[in-house]
């Protein structure tokens, strides 16, 4: 991109004076909130540095948050500052390509393969959406796939709107005591540093909806956020009117007990649908990104009912042929089911409009809806209101076919209407900016448009090794210095003796093989199997000729205490000689530690308990980079994983007993990383470079990147579900 930028060409021109430009003071102080405004500039890293070169310090400080950060300026500092850095027409030149962004809406891929949404847009219901860390209603995973898929929404033209939650405190902040023990820390998200605004209805008069329960009712404004082409509302509880305790209902995620979780599912979902209805949105499609939102196609039922007068029966047939359901894990805890009671309370106004009993109501949640001793699941309704489901890979499709046959009870296994869309990531968001020059300098002009189709991505075979090589060893070093930083802060803070601060000063060797682990530490992903053995691992890391280091970082939830004990454990291993060197832990997993870490490794490793990863898409953002995943073949990677493209742990078994597939698991993690991951590491030709290694990284990207993207995703979501569901026929259908 950096080679056709003409903001760069003007830059250098002879005869441009200092200030570059006519624009007054607040002309370009206004240009900057623009671009600030819309979170398109989070997936720009030419953007990034425009606002980070305003003030390095306080953009790192201020959570790399452009609004908190523009707060700091007058118009006339800030046009100072832009002098000063040559900034005016880089800023001008981001305006205008956001602009012309924005208004695109013909030459994009959706305009061309999904004319029949550009009616009946997709409404996006999600729980969390992860866009960028300055944004914080996410909390993991499932979040950060919703901000990536609306990313390519945006990106594909795909007509969409968003809708979430807004919560003031977002997740908590991560913090380890001296014990190793997980601190956790709730802070207030400053409003007016938030790229956000009132929803409006056609009047221009800000949106709140109103929820009535057998217990009062509840209200919600909704807030809106620019992702891009795609608008994203958040629904928040925190308005006059509303009990007290109702205006804390969403500030944190995943807080709280069930009845706190119906209610903030009741806002979502059917304070959704009323949202979109009083902005005058008609989507044509209903999209439930996970089980949270399966209240929305109930309120979308009664509208039919009461605009078009029909029966219930009918209604929810039509309804669930507009409806999509993505499930997104096959552990148990990850289901929300809720007692009778609970949704009588919450439900039981909208259930007398529907013109049902509260026992129909209540089978609409039970796998067998006579048996009353079943509680009602999000998920089995999520199932019932839609007509198309999905899994989120291959492997998930099939463990969830099984897990829900019994809604099913007259068709084998195979035909059970579940199928998979493999999640993807946003690749401008988490490729580095470096290797994105690189790849512009090799792939033909405008490759990017193609970034979800095997093409362009096959140019990197003719990238030189030793480029490809330096480039990844430049972002490695980024990382080393980034896990400096911060294991030297958690030091300080922790008041330690100035040698141990100093030790974490220069911690970690540029020269020496990385593997990074991070991801919320759920006792299923097993952060722990590579320390099953740490004889065996002391060997492994501190072998003199060929040593190995080790990142960590990842939140447990704060009532999984056997997930604190696991971050406890490894934490604590910097007090143990052997290790102290070679093993660090990064506090406070979040979207920048998670980019840095997937941007700098050399290895990700993955150890979850098959089949339990549903996906998994932090080793998706490796691949992008140039990092070679290490991953037990489950999730994403059994689909994924070709031989010469990176490494297995395992042949994609499990044992009956759990115990004796951890003790496999660990002695086949040692075994890949002796025999295969350390020798191709450090086998090196005249020229230092490891031939080996250079050749998989190029296997891993060529093979992979296009396939793991989220815009082949949203692609996939558009053609076989989008599609048939807003009553179009798809061009595509045999992919599925
Ligand atoms: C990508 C991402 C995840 C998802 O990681 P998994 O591979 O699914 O464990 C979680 N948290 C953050 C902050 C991420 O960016």
Same mark, same amino acid.
């Given at each position: 991109?950096?080679?056709?930028?003409?903001?760069?060409?003007?830059?250098?021109?002879?005869?441009?004076?200092?200030?570059?430009?006519?624009?007054?003071?607040?002309?370009?102080?206004?240009?900057?909130v623009a671009l600030a405004r819309n979170l398109w500039w989070t997936w720009h890293p030419e953007v990034?540095?425009?606002?980070?070169?305003?003030?390095?310090?306080?953009?790192?400080?201020?959570?790399?948050?452009?609004?908190?950060?523009?707060?700091?300026f007058t118009p006339e500092r800030l046009s100072h500052r832009a002098a000063e850095m040559i900034l005016h027409s880089r800023i001008n030149y981001y305006y205008r390509r956001l602009k012309e962004y924005t208004a695109e809406r013909r030459r994009t891929w959706a305009a061309e393969h999904a004319s029949v949404l550009g009616s009946m847009p997709v409404a996006y219901f999600s729980a969390e959406f992860g866009i960028h860390e300055s944004v914080p209603v996410y909390s993991g995973g499932l979040g950060v796939l919703a901000g990536d898929h609306i990313k390519s929404a945006s990106g594909l033209g795909v007509p969409l709107f968003a809708v979430g939650l807004f919560y003031s405190q977002g997740y908590f902040k991560q913090k380890l005591n001296e014990?190793?023990?997980?601190?956790?820390?709730?802070?207030?998200?400053?409003?007016?540093?938030?790229?956000?605004?009132? &929803?409006?209805? @056609?009047? +221009?008069?800000?949106?709140? !909806?109103?929820?009535?329960?057998?217990?009062? %009712?509840?209200? =919600?404004?909704?807030?809106?956020?620019?992702?891009?082409?795609?608008?994203?509302?958040?629904?928040?509880?925190?308005?006059?009117?509303?009990?007290?305790?109702?205006?804390?209902?969403?500030?944190?995620?995943?807080?709280?007990?069930?009845?706190?979780?119906?209610?903030?599912?009741?806002?979502?979902?059917?304070?959704?649908?009323? &949202?979109?209805? @009083?902005? +005058?949105?008609?989507?044509? !499609?209903?999209?439930?990104?996970?089980?949270? %939102?399966?209240? =929305?196609?109930?309120?979308?039922?009664?509208?039919?009912?009461?605009d078009d007068g029909w029966e219930f029966d009918e209604a929810l047939r039509f309804v669930a042929r507009q409806t999509v359901f993505t499930t997104h894990t096959p552990v148990p805890a990850g289901h929300d089911r809720f007692d009778p009671g609970l949704v009588e309370e919450h439900l039981g106004p909208l259930r007398d409009q529907l013109g049902i009993t509260g026992e129909h109501l209540l089978s609409l949640g039970r796998v067998d809806p006579h048996n009353e001793?079943?509680?009602?699941?999000?998920?089995?309704?999520?199932?019932?209101?839609?007509?198309?489901?999905?899994?989120?890979?291959?492997?998930?499709?099939?463990?969830?076919?099984?897990?829900?046959?019994?809604?099913?009870?007259?068709?084998?296994?195979?035909?059970?209407?579940?199928?998979?869309?493999?999640?993807?990531?946003?690749?401008?968001?988490?490729?580095?900016?470096?290797?994105?020059?690189?790849?512009?300098?090799?792939?033909?002009?405008?490759?990017?448009?193609?970034?979800?189709?095997?093409?362009?991505?096959?140019h990197i075979h003719d990238v030189d090794p030793g480029e490809l090589w330096e480039t990844h060893n430049a972002l490695k070093i980024l990382l080393l210095s980034f896990v400096r930083r911060r294991i030297t802060r958690q030091c300080r803070r922790r008041q330690e003796p100035e040698a141990v601060v100093e030790a974490a000063r220069n911690a970690l060797e540029p020269s020496i093989l990385t593997i990074g682990f991070g991801r919320r530490f759920a006792t299923y992903k097993r952060a722990d199997l590579v320390f099953t053995d740490l004889d065996r691992l002391d060997a492994i890391l501190n072998n003199p000729e060929r040593p190995v280091q080790l990142v960590f970082a990842g939140k447990a939830h704060p009532r999984d205490e056997p997930g604190k004990h696991l971050i406890q454990h490894i934490a604590n291993l910097r007090?143990?000689?052997?290790?102290?060197?070679?093993?660090?832990?990064?506090?406070?997993?979040?979207?920048?530690?998670?980019?840095?870490?997937?941007?700098g490794v050399d290895v990700w490793l993955n150890t979850p308990r098959r089949p339990l990863e549903a996906s998994g898409t932090s080793g998706q953002k490796v691949v992008l980079n140039g990092g070679l995943n290490l991953s037990i073949l489950d999730g994403w990677w059994a689909e994924a994983y070709d031989?010469?493209?990176?490494?297995?742990?395992?042949?994609?078994?499990?044992?009956?007993?759990?115990?004796?597939?951890?003790?496999?698991?660990?002695?086949?993690?040692?075994?890949?990383?002796?025999?295969?991951?350390?020798?191709?590491?450090?086998?090196?030709?005249?020229?230092?470079?490891?031939?080996?290694?250079?050749?998989?990284?190029?296997?891993?990207?060529?093979?992979?990147?296009?396939?793991?993207?989220?815009?082949?995703?949203?692609?996939?979501?558009?053609?076989?579900?989008?599609?048939?569901?807003?009553?179009?026929?798809?061009?595509?259908?045999?992919?599925?």
């Open positions: 991109m950096t080679k056709k930028d003409p903001a760069q060409a003007v830059k250098s021109a002879p005869g441009i004076g200092q200030y570059g430009s006519e624009l007054t003071p607040q002309m370009l102080y206004d240009k900057c990034h540095s425009l606002f980070r070169d305003l003030d390095p310090i306080r953009w790192r400080q201020l959570d790399h948050n452009p609004m908190a950060l523009l707060h700091e014990h190793g023990w997980q601190d956790e820390e709730y802070i207030n998200t400053e409003l007016e540093h938030l790229s956000m605004e009132a &929803a409006r209805d @056609a009047q +221009g008069n800000p949106i709140t !909806v109103q929820i009535e329960t057998r217990n009062g %009712s509840l209200l =919600a404004q909704v807030h809106q956020m620019h992702v891009g082409r795609v608008r994203l509302f958040l629904l928040d509880t925190d308005v006059d009117g509303n009990h007290p305790e109702d205006r804390q209902l969403t500030s944190r995620l995943y807080g709280g007990d069930t009845r706190l979780r119906i209610r903030q599912e009741l806002v979502l979902g059917v304070g959704g649908v009323r &949202a979109l209805r @009083a902005m +005058g949105i008609q989507p044509g !499609v209903f999209h439930l990104n996970e089980g949270h %939102s399966a209240f =929305a196609p109930l309120e979308v039922v009664r509208l039919r009912m009461q001793g079943e509680t009602f699941c999000m998920t089995v309704l999520g199932l019932k209101m839609s007509r198309r489901a999905n899994a989120v890979s291959q492997l998930h499709g099939h463990i969830s076919r099984r897990m829900w046959a019994h809604l099913w009870p007259w068709k084998v296994e195979d035909e059970i209407p579940i199928g998979h869309i493999t999640n993807g990531v946003h690749v401008p968001s988490w490729l580095a900016w470096q290797m994105r020059q690189l790849y512009d300098r090799h792939f033909p002009d405008g490759w990017t448009r193609g970034m979800g189709l095997p093409g362009a991505w096959q007090h143990d000689p052997r290790f102290r060197d070679r093993v660090v832990y990064i506090e406070d997993y979040d979207i920048n530690v998670c980019r840095h870490m997937v941007q031989g010469s493209n990176g490494f297995a742990i395992g042949p994609g078994r499990s044992h009956r007993d759990q115990a004796e597939t951890d003790r496999r698991d660990a002695a086949a993690l040692y075994d890949v990383l002796e025999d295969q991951v350390i020798p191709t590491y450090y086998q090196r030709d005249v020229d230092g470079l490891p031939p080996r290694w250079i050749q998989m990284m190029m296997n891993s990207i060529s093979s992979l990147a296009w396939r793991f993207s989220a815009h082949r995703m949203v692609m996939d979501y558009t053609q076989t579900m989008y599609i048939p569901a807003a009553g179009g026929l798809s061009c595509d259908m045999e992919r599925r």
